[in-house]
């Protein structure tokens, strides 16, 4: 079955710099590429998301890239703000459709 | 508003017991999922339905879990004799194929 894996697991920023959180996947079946945002004691919510036939997506301050030959994706954030500490999960799509999260990034954003 | 509704939001219970949760879909949607998170880690696949049919089991849900969704709209999920390692949330997602999964809040479990 598929693996994700995510780096790092915490990440530190000054406000105002940027993010950058790192996925591998195993099985080069697997076609969409959603990331999630997690805050304390609530669900996971969709951020941003990418299909296999795009290498780049962009949505204001958030971007994400996919490397299919490498089965690498990452997430971008720019600017980082406060509201933006979470946890982040990856996660990766078979063509039978289940989602396989990464372990996530506690990211913390320094005021 | 998430679109899915579970409850309750909150269960403890005593090892050995049963517990039942529930996840109701807002709107009509074929795919219904369950994953379950523990502390610290992403969501892990446990079961998915098309419309009344469970298509996929994890190999994670042992034969003391079992999940229906009768008529193709809620679904509940069971766990007979409860261990303590079965504490973690509950979690029911709607979404497509291949498109975005939209989570519930979940139903937090912790077993004595």
């Known amino acids: 079955g598929e693996n994700v894996e995510q780096h790092p697991s915490t990440l530190s920023v000054q406000e105002g710099d940027s993010a950058v959180i790192k996925c591998t996947y195993s099985?080069?079946?697997?076609?969409?590429f959603p990331w999630y945002k997690q805050e304390l004691g609530k669900r996971p919510q969709l951020i941003i998301d990418?299909?296999?036939?795009?290498g780049e997506k962009k949505d204001q301050r958030i971007a994400v890239t996919l490397n299919k030959t490498a089965k690498h994706f990452s997430l971008h954030i720019t600017e980082t703000q406060p509201e933006d500490s979470a946890v982040y999960f990856c996660a990766a799509t078979t063509p039978g459709g289940q989602l396989t999260f990464g372990s996530g990034t506690q990211l913390t954003v320094l005021p | 508003d998430t679109g899915v509704s579970q409850d309750p939001r909150h269960k403890i219970t005593k090892r050995g017991q049963n517990v039942t949760f529930r996840c109701d879909p807002i709107s009509e949607h074929n795919r219904l999922y369950w994953y379950r998170q523990t502390l610290g880690q992403g969501p892990e696949f446990l079961t998915y339905?098309?419309?009344?049919?469970?298509?996929?089991k994890s190999r994670l849900l042992s034969d003391r879990f079992s999940a229906e969704r009768p008529k193709g709209s809620f679904s509940t999920l069971e766990i007979q004799r409860t261990e303590q390692g079965d504490s973690a949330m509950y979690l029911c997602?709607?979404?497509?194929?291949?498109?975005?999964?939209?989570f519930g809040n979940g139903t937090r479990l912790t077993v004595t």
């Open positions: 099985d080069s079946a697997s076609n969409y």
């Open positions: 339905f098309q419309n009344e049919a469970q298509l996929e």
């Open positions: 990418i299909r296999s036939n795009v």
């Open positions: 997602a709607i979404g497509g194929y291949n498109s975005p999964l939209h």
